[in-house]
T-cell receptor, first 112, second 113 residues
């Protein structure tokens, strides 16, 4: 059974610092890994999708890496801004049917 | 223009009642999902439909019955509501049922009193 863990559960940084969020999963047989952002009381916004054959994906200040063999992904957010404050969730798809298994999330606070 | 929309956004009801949550996507996707986010914020899949056909049923109680009248709609009906059903229910869609990126609605917060 796939298990996804995100450490740390919460993170507080001053504005301008780079953010590093970690995600680990127990079963390396995944189809893809997706990073989401969730604002309080809101839905999930897809940030990056990495297919199992890829090593990383980039979008603006965001970069996500994937190491399938070790069961890890890292989300880097460069030059953090207060608007980056949110909960970041990673999820892996490991079976037909695109069934996502989610981590518990990392709650990020960027202080001005 | 909202891609995945759910109604209602908030729902407060008594134990034992029956309620429905509706979901619509205008992305032209083939696959739709229901996820549940509990009080500890963990998200778990409940159901998935591909072109109106059920493909994932994640051992959810029979009181929960999804219905997909067409591939753009996936509704969730819950019978005999219990306190433990209180949660935020998210609808999502993806282009296909294999590897597509998921797009989520804003969630429907259900509170059972």
């Amino acid at each position: 059974k796939q298990e996804v863990t995100q450490i740390p559960a919460a993170l507080s940084v001053p504005e301008g610092e780079n953010l590093v969020l970690n995600c680990s999963f127990t079963d390396s047989a995944i189809y893809n890994l997706q990073w989401f952002r969730q604002d309080p009381g809101k839905g999930l916004t897809s940030l990056l999708l990495i297919q199992s054959s890829q090593r990383e994906q980039t979008s603006g200040r965001l970069n996500a890496s994937l190491d399938k063999s070790s069961g890890r992904s890292t989300l880097y957010i460069a030059a953090s801004q207060p608007g980056d404050s949110a909960t970041y969730l990673c999820a892996v798809s490991g079976a037909a049917g695109n069934k996502l298994t989610f981590g518990g999330g990392t709650r990020v606070l960027v202080k001005p | 223009d909202t891609a995945v929309s759910q109604t209602p956004k908030y729902l407060v009801t008594q134990m034992g009642n029956d309620k429905s949550i509706k979901c619509e996507q205008n992305l032209g996707h083939d696959t739709m999902y229901w996820y549940k986010q509990d009080s500890k914020k963990f998200l778990k899949i409940m159901f998935s439909y591909n072109n109106k056909e059920l493909i994932i049923n994640e051992t959810v109680p029979n009181r929960f019955s999804p219905k997909s009248p067409d591939k753009a709609h996936l509704n969730l009906h819950i019978n005999s509501l219990e306190l433990g059903d209180s949660a935020v229910y998210f609808c999502a869609s993806s282009q296909d049922s294999l590897t597509g990126e998921l797009f989520f609605g804003e969630g429907s917060r259900l509170t059972v009193l």
